[in-house]
């Protein structure tokens, strides 16, 4: 069977075989299965921190509308996930601003991208000010891919933090859960972990998402879209299907099948995506859904890196080839042109110099089907 009829099958198959495997285990830590409340929505206890919070939550990093969170929190979602770089540091301040009313019912977390004890505990003090807040429910190290990337300095700044009571549980984001899940789980340092997870993955991720939750962690997945990839070009069959209602609920849904996920943080920049996440609480996951995210998988392919580290050093040129699409991805999943550039240049000068196009061959080759030259070039042209 090919590597792409595997992931296919994965999206029918795998939350079935390994949670259904493992359902003994997931009411370890509180149940996870969705408690149903007024208006549509649902709950899920997060690990043993013991909070209740909706089993879809609101990521904020491409929201420029606070009127968005503001109506999220109205209408009863309770989980709010920000950082101190996005946008600049302004999407802290206006994520407090739009809270503030109902602030003492919600759930905040946070995140910092400082790699000393000293750096991250002053971007803390920041978040909090920014934030209008004396604590945040969830403060994260940001973007953990490699357990080189954790110091212990760095979780033992995040237990001095609880200790002064300016968070009241410690997190990772990760977007290599494989790898870093296991070593979190050892560690033993961690209550909430941060992961990329949604349809595309292979099972080994809901493997290791299953293992975090019966640890007692938090499990919160994020790029629960896939990439997000809402617009085809013009004449493209596959894409028109895909324009029409129910990619992105699908795969939204798709990930809260999953038991062992307590809560997810899916990008709403307006109304109408606000309005469609919500139904993924009311909604079942059906067959009919299993057939349109099939063939949205088929449509990504080219397109979207899953960042299962195949690629990792395989570059003759060295350019970290996984981070580069996923800044990529920013701009053409999401539209946000701006974040995916400024990503892009924050690379080291001799990755910003290469041009893909100069190779006569690449020597990256992704198991996947991603186009990896092409969409390199692409990164290029666009950000360079």
């Known amino acids: 069977m090919s590597r792409t009829s595997t992931r296919r099958d994965f999206i029918s198959a795998s939350v079935i075989t390994s949670v259904a495997g493992l359902a003994s285990t997931a009411g370890l830590w509180g149940s996870t299965e969705p408690t ?6 649902s709950y899920r206890i ?23 969170i503001e109506r999220a929190a109205d209408i009863g979602i309770n989980y709010f996930d920000t950082s101190r770089g996005y946008q600049h540091g302004n999407n802290e301040r206006m994520v407090g601003a739009a809270l503030k009313r109902k602030r003492n019912s919600l759930y905040i977390a946070t995140k910092t991208d400082g790699s000393t004890k000293a750096a991250v ?25 490699k357990p080189a990337d954790a110091p212990d300095e760095l979780f033992e700044a995040q237990q001095i933090a609880k200790q002064q009571g ?45 293992q975090a939750q019966q640890a007692g962690m938090g ?52 109304m109408n995506q606000l309005d469609e996440n919500l139904k993924a609480m009311a909604e079942p996951y059906s067959s009919q859904e299993e057939k349109i995210l099939a063939a949205h998988l088929e449509f990504i392919t080219p397109l979207y890196c899953r960042m299962c580290g195949e690629c990792d050093g395989h570059c003759a040129q060295g350019l970290p080839v996984a981070n580069v699409l996923r800044y990529l991805t920013y701009a053409d999943g999401y539209g946000q042109f701006a974040l995916g550039r400024e990503n892009f240049q924050r690379l080291p000068e001799e990755a910003l110099s290469v041009r893909c196009g100069d190779c006569p061959t690449c020597t990256v080759e992704c198991p996947n089907g991603v186009a990896v030259r092409k969409r390199m070039s692409r990164a290029q042209e666009l950000f360079a």
């Not at 149903?36 to 929505?41: H, Q, V």
């Not at 934030?131 to 953990?144: P, Y």
């Not at 941060?194 to 991720?205: G, I, P, Q, R, S």
């Not at 879209?225 to 795969?251: E, H, I, V, Y």
Request: with cysteine.
């Open 46 to 68: 997060l690990g043993k921190t013991g909070l209740k919070v909706t089993s879809v939550g609101f990521g904020c990093m491409i929201t420029s509308d606070a009127s968005v």
């Open 121 to 145: 505990l002053k971007e803390l003090d920041t978040s909090l000010l920014e934030l209008g807040t004396d604590h945040v429910e969830v403060w994260h190290l940001h973007g953990k891919d």
């Open 166 to 210: 300016k968070i009241r549980f410690a997190g990772v984001s990760t977007h290599n859960p494989k790898e870093m899940i296991p070593f979190l789980v050892k560690k033993g340092a961690t209550d909430v972990v941060l992961a990329t997870y949604n349809f595309t993955m292979d099972k080994d991720v809901a493997d290791v998402m299953a």
């Open 36 to 41: 149903p409340a007024a208006g549509g929505l």
């Open 219 to 270: 499990v919160v997945a994020m790029k629960v879209m896939a990439g997000g990839f809402r617009r085809g070009k013009p004449g493209d069959a596959t894409a028109s299907k895909l324009q029409r209602p129910g990619a992105m609920l699908a795969a939204l849904k798709w990930v809260l099948n999953d038991p062992h996920v307590h809560t997810t943080i899916p990008s709403m920049t307006g």
